[in-house]
């Protein structure tokens, strides 16, 4: 039996409201050392700008970013798994449903929908992601209940993993090693990938 090969490297993207050096991305890189992982800023945190740009450009971003880690790591796309904090998380997920191959996708603090916003679901490309997904939250998130976060994956067609934070809320405030401890399980569980994404 051939042993199992692990990803090419993570791509972990922050925040609107942080950078690249977030803790909790920090945490999950130095979890799954030696695997390569990449932290990233979307454009207009590298422009000095505090206010995100529109989503084609952050998608535009994650692509560009995606495209040169792999070739930085003499991989396709679809041997590196994307993903980062609410709304990096949220653009590798657009990325990956636009066709941007992928080995999987991890979703911290998923942004399902703007605090006290229920009915604007963020929700229409999640039929497209045909990877395995990894979602951590707090069940206390005012951007999406666990109940709504499962009724949304719930049209996902590929494998998803849900880990929740007790008492958790947006910013999972204190839970970095139980985050990063996930990331690495569900990471080191991936099936291969495809040998024509290898």
Do not use: N
């Amino acid at each position: 039996m051939a042993p199992r090969r692990r990803p090419a490297g993570l791509l972990l993207t922050p925040g609107a409201g942080s950078d690249a050096s977030h803790h909790t991305l920090v945490a999950i890189e130095e979890a799954l050392a030696p695997l390569a992982v990449r932290r990233v800023d979307f454009p207009y945190r590298k422009e000095g700008r505090r206010a995100p740009d529109r989503a084609p450009k952050l998608i535009a971003s994650v692509r560009a970013d995606a495209e040169e880690f792999g070739r930085s790591r003499r991989a396709r796309t679809g041997r590196i798994v994307l993903g980062g904090r609410s709304m990096g998380g949220r653009m590798c997920s657009m990325a990956v449903a636009e066709g941007l191959p992928a080995a999987g996708l991890v979703l911290i603090s998923y942004p399902l929908h703007p605090p006290g916003k229920p009915d604007r679901l963020r929700v229409e490309h999640l039929p497209l992601l045909e990877v395995p997904c990894l979602f951590v939250t707090g069940t206390r998130d005012p951007f999406g209940t666990p109940e709504e976060l499962q009724s949304a994956t719930a049209t996902i067609p590929g494998p998803v993993t849900h880990v929740w934070i007790e008492g958790g809320r947006h910013d999972l405030k204190g839970a970095d090693p139980q985050i990063a401890a996930a990331v690495r399980a569900w990471i080191d569980a991936l099936p291969d990938p495809p040998p024509t994404l290898s």
